[in-house]
């Protein structure tokens, strides 16, 4: 009879958590949503978003939550409008127990800004991927102008750089390339304000102190070129000192030919 009982236990212990479940799912999803809980990563520094940003956004496109039924709140639909809002890298949207709403964003991270012959303007996340300027907030990143006439294009910077075809039309893969070492490097951050484009194709970089420009040509070599361009910092412009010079040229191998004022 033991035996009997027991098994007789364990056929009906999940029937009637399932039962439990599915009357505690009926219930809920009659609950009426009256909160939304927000949360916002600021941690790479970018205050594109807010709270109001987004609860707006919600209901101009008609999926705020809040005063519906649980039943009748999609969390996927109001996923793709956060995921469609273009300062935003990653989103996701869940339902609590006590019958609110959540929602965690992710913002996009740019690390320079394009401003191509045409006057247009975007910025190139760090993922490689373009963005378009905001309308909220100007974060102060790396600046790139002169000629170039770069479209605003769907492809990374990643897939640009794998199709010979895309190489050959655009220079986002080089942009971010030169951004990226740029932006990772404290020493280099602090002392490169902008690129410029010149005509040829060659890239100019634009110093914080000094008065002085320095020919980087492309970005083949560009962690040597960085290298012995330090190296002269270092060792060269701090005996001489910083404006003495009108170009440091670093096109060629393993020397630097510097032109005086």
């Known amino acids: 009879m033991k035996r009997i009982l027991n098994i007789v236990f364990w056929i009906a212990l999940p029937v009637t958590m399932l039962i439990m479940l599915g009357f505690v799912s009926g219930s809920q999803s009659e609950l009426v949503c009256n909160n939304v809980s927000i949360s916002i990563d600021h941690s790479n520094g970018m205050m594109f978003l807010n709270n109001e940003l987004l609860i707006d956004k919600l209901k101009q496109t008609h999926v705020y939550p809040v005063g519906k039924k649980f039943k009748e709140i999609k969390v996927g639909e109001i996923e793709q409008v956060l995921l469609n809002i273009s300062e935003v890298q990653?989103?996701?949207?869940?339902?609590?127990?006590?019958?609110?709403?959540?929602?965690?964003?992710?913002?996009?991270?740019?690390?320079?800004?394009?401003?191509?012959?045409?006057?247009?303007?975007?910025?190139?996340?760090?993922?490689?991927?373009?963005?378009?300027i905001s309308e909220h907030y100007y974060p102060r990143v790396l600046v790139v102008n002169g000629y170039i006439s770069e479209p605003f294009v769907e492809e990374s910077a990643y897939e640009i750089a794998s199709d010979s075809s895309l190489r050959a039309g655009f220079k986002t893969d080089d942009v971010f390339a030169m951004a990226s070492y740029i932006s990772n490097d404290p020493f280099w951050s602090a002392q490169i304000q902008e690129i410029y484009f010149e005509p040829s194709g060659d890239m100019e970089l634009i110093p914080v102190v000094g008065d002085h420009r320095i020919i980087f040509g492309d970005t083949t070599h560009l962690e040597a070129k960085f290298n012995k361009l330090k190296v002269f910092y270092q060792e060269g412009l701090r005996k001489t000192g910083w404006n003495l010079y009108d170009t440091i040229n670093l096109k060629y191998k393993d020397q630097i030919v510097c032109s005086r004022k």
């Open 90 to 132: 990653d989103a996701e949207v869940y339902k609590t127990i006590d019958g609110n709403i959540g929602i965690s964003v992710t913002q996009r991270n740019p690390i320079v800004r394009v401003l191509n012959l045409n006057g247009r303007q975007f910025y190139i996340d760090d993922r490689g991927y373009q963005m378009p």
